[in-house]
C-alpha cells in the first residue's frame, strides 16, 4: 500500500496557471512559485464583482489516536462536488512545522484525497509562518530595545504579556530569563516562547480583511502594563507599519490544487486547541468569491474549532454556514468506548454504542445550539462492520441528522459522492426542520460579560456544570472589562481531546466543572483568551516524534512526512 506522501509523489499535477484558470482568477492577479503553487492578490476581492457562494464547514469528533480524517474528508467532498459539475474551491490552514515534526506529522489531507504539492505545504510552503514570526519577534525586539533605551512609556517589566515564538514544539523555551550579561545586554526579566501559530499576530493574519485592517489590527495588540496598569500597544512602539511590511506578501492567499485538480487555498494556520484554528478570512472570502461552493475546515473537534469558527470567525466578518459536515471513524467512536488502540480493528458494538455520545454531543451542539443543518460523515475503514455503521446510522437518525459513508482515502472524489449529495440538499434546501444558513445562532451575544461568555461555552458546548475562575482570573476579568475589552468574543484554550479541560476523560463527560487559570487579552485579533486546565501555549516533542520518520535522499526527494 502506498503511504500518502507516495501518492502525492506519483501524481501529475496541473500547471498552477491552470488552476487559477479554472478557479476564475485574472491573469493579472496571480503571482507565481513554480509551477505548482501560486499567492493571489487581495485586491481581487474588491476589484472583481462577485456572488459568494455556498459555505460549507467541516468539523469532527474529538480527536484521538485511531485518527478521523477531517482534512482528507474536506478534500474528498470538494473534489465529489467537483464530479457532479459544481464550481468548488476548497480552504485550508497550512500545517505548522510544529506537529509535521512532532506527534501528528504532515496535513495536507490523506490517501487520494489530498492537496498538493504536500512537501512544500507541509515544509515551509511560501513562507507565511516565518514571516509572522519575524513580525511576532520584530514587536518583542522592539518592546524590550524601548525599556533598555529609558523606558519612556514607563512598562513594567513585571507586566509584559508579549512573548517571542518559534514554529517548533521546544519545551525548554516555555519558560526563561532572558536580559543577562550585563547593562549593555539588556534588562534582565523572565519570558517564554509560544509556538507560532499561537502567535496573536498569527489570529491577526487570519481575520484581518485587508492590508489596511491588519495594520489597524497589529497596533491594537497589548505587549503589557505600565506602573499605573495603563496597557501598552504595538502602536505605542510605533511598530504596526514595518511589522505590515513584514506581512504584506504573506496575506495573499496561496492558490494549490487537490489531486483531481480543484482549486485549493491554504492559508494560515493557528491552533484551534489555543487559538481560533480557522483558515484567513481573505482566503475564506476567495474561496466564496470564485466558487459556488466553499469547503472549508475548522481544527480539532467542533468543541474547539467549529465552536471558534462560528462564535469568533462568523461574528467578526459576518459569515454564514450554509452546512456542517461533522466526521468520525466508527474506530475512533470505540476508542471513546474504552477500547485500546490496538483492538480497534475487533468489532465491538458495546464499545461502539458507548463511545457514540461524543460524536452525538457535538451533532446536537450544531444543530440545537447553532441551528445549523449538519451530516455526519463516517470515514471508512475497511475492518468497519456492516452493524456498526448501521448502528451510527440508527443513533444519528434519532437526531434527525442524515449519514454518509465517505470513502475519499481510498477512492478520491468518487468515494466522496453520497456525502456531496446531502451537503448540496442541506446546502440548498436546508434540513428536514427548516435549519438553515439564515436560522444561525451564536452560542452566546455580545452583550454578556466575559465570565457570562466563558460559561455560556463551558455550559452549552462542554455540557459542564458550570466553570471555576481562579481568583487572579477574576481580577484580571475586571481589569480587562474596565478597559473596554468586555464586549470581544471568548477563544477558549483547552485540551482538544476531551470536552472536559482534562485530556483523560472520553466520550461525553458529565458531572464536571471547566477551570480557567489565566485569561488574556488579543485586542488586534479583537477576542479574550481564557486558558483551561493544563493547556500550553509551546508544545514540546514527545519520545519518538515524527521527525525521527522524514528523510530526504541523493535526489532531493522526501520520504516519510505522513
Not at 463 to 473: L, R, T
Amino acid at each position: 500500500m502506498l503511504t500518502d506522501i507516495e501518492i502525492a509523489q506519483a501524481a501529475t499535477p496541473e500547471h498552477i496557471s491552470k488552476i487559477a484558470e479554472k478557479a476564475g482568477v485574472p491573469e493579472s492577479y496571480v503571482e507565481m512559485y513554480g509551477t505548482n503553487k501560486a499567492k493571489v492578490d487581495y485586491n481581487l476581492l474588491k476589484d472583481v464583482e462577485h456572488t459568494p457562494g455556498k459555505l460549507v464547514l467541516v468539523t469532527a469528533i474529538n480527536p484521538t489516536p485511531a485518527g478521523e480524517g477531517k482534512t482528507t474528508t474536506t478534500v474528498g467532498l470538494a473534489d465529489a462536488l467537483s464530479r457532479q459539475g459544481k464550481n468548488v474551491v476548497v480552504a485550508l490552514r497550512e500545517p505548522s512545522l510544529g506537529p509535521v515534526f512532532g506527534i501528528k506529522g504532515g496535513a495536507a489531507g490523506g490517501g487520494y484525497a489530498q492537496v498538493v504539492p504536500m512537501e512544500d505545504i507541509n515544509l515551509h510552503f511560501t513562507g507565511d509562518f516565518h514571516a509572522i514570526g519575524a513580525a511576532n519577534n520584530l514587536l518583542a525586539a522592539l518592546l524590550d530595545a524601548h525599556i533598555h533605551n529609558g523606558n519612556e512609556l514607563g512598562i513594567d517589566v513585571r507586566k509584559i504579556t508579549w512573548k517571542r515564538v518559534v514554529d517548533m514544539n521546544d519545551r525548554q523555551l516555555r519558560n526563561i530569563v532572558c536580559g543577562l550579561g550585563g547593562r549593555a545586554h539588556g534588562v534582565p526579566r523572565e519570558d517564554g516562547f509560544d509556538i507560532t501559530v499561537a502567535s496573536e499576530i498569527m489570529a491577526i493574519f487570519c481575520l484581518a480583511t485587508s492590508i489596511t485592517d491588519l495594520k489597524e489590527r497589529l497596533g491594537r495588540i497589548v505587549v503589557g502594563y505600565t506602573f499605573d496598569d495603563k496597557p501598552v500597544t504595538a502602536h505605542d512602539l510605533k511598530a504596526e507599519g514595518a511589522m505590515t511590511a513584514l506581512l504584506k506578501d504573506a496575506l495573499k492567499p496561496n492558490l494549490v490544487q487537490t489531486l483531481e485538480g480543484t482549486p485549493a487555498f491554504v492559508h494560515g494556520g493557528p491552533f484551534a486547541n489555543i487559538a481560533h484554528g480557522c483558515n484567513s478570512i481573505m482566503a475564506t472570502r476567495m474561496a466564496l468569491a470564485l466558487g459556488d461552493y466553499c469547503v472549508t475546515e475548522a481544527g480539532f473537534g467542533a468543541d474547539l474549532g467549529a465552536e471558534k469558527f462560528l462564535d469568533i470567525k462568523c461574528r467578526l466578518c459576518g459569515l454564514k454556514p450554509d452546512a456542517v459536515v461533522v466526521v468520525a471513524t466508527v474506530r475512533a467512536l470505540k476508542n471513546n468506548g474504552g477500547v485500546a488502540k490496538a483492538d480497534l480493528n475487533i468489532e465491538n458494538l458495546e464499545a461502539l454504542e458507548a463511545g457514540m455520545p461524543n460524536l452525538l454531543q457535538h451533532v446536537e451542539n450544531i444543530t440545537q445550539v447553532y441551528k445549523l443543518p449538519c451530516v455526519v460523515a463516517i470515514n471508512a475503514f475497511p475492518t468497519d462492520t456492516k452493524a456498526e455503521l448501521d448502528l451510527v446510522e440508527a443513533k444519528c437518525k434519532e437526531l434527525g441528522v442524515n449519514v454518509a459513508l465517505s470513502e475519499v482515502w481510498a477512492r478520491g472524489g468518487e468515494g466522496g459522492l453520497a456525502l456531496a449529495d446531502e451537503v448540496v440538499r442541506l446546502c440548498e434546501n436546508g434540513d428536514d426542520e427548516g435549519r438553515c444558513a439564515n436560522t444561525f445562532e451564536f452560542a452566546y451575544g455580545d452583550d454578556l460579560s466575559l465570565a457570562e461568555k466563558i460559561e455560556a461555552v463551558a455550559t452549552r458546548i462542554y455540557h459542564a456544570d458550570g466553570v471555576n475562575f481562579e481568583p487572579k482570573v477574576l481580577k484580571e476579568i475586571e481589569k480587562l472589562e474596565a478597559l473596554g475589552f468586555g464586549s470581544m468574543p471568548v477563544c477558549m484554550a483547552k485540551t482538544q481531546y476531551s470536552f472536559s479541560d482534562d485530556a483523560a476523560k472520553l466520550g461525553a463527560p458529565r458531572n464536571f466543572r471547566i477551570t480557567v487559570r489565566d485569561i488574556k487579552v488579543s485586542a488586534g485579533a479583537g477576542f479574550v483568551v481564557a486558558l483551561t486546565g493544563s493547556i500550553m501555549t509551546m508544545p514540546g516533542l514527545g519520545k519518538t516524534p515524527a521527525a525521527f520518520k522524514i528523510d530526504v535522499d541523493e535526489n532531493g526527494k522526501i520520504s516519510g512526512l505522513f
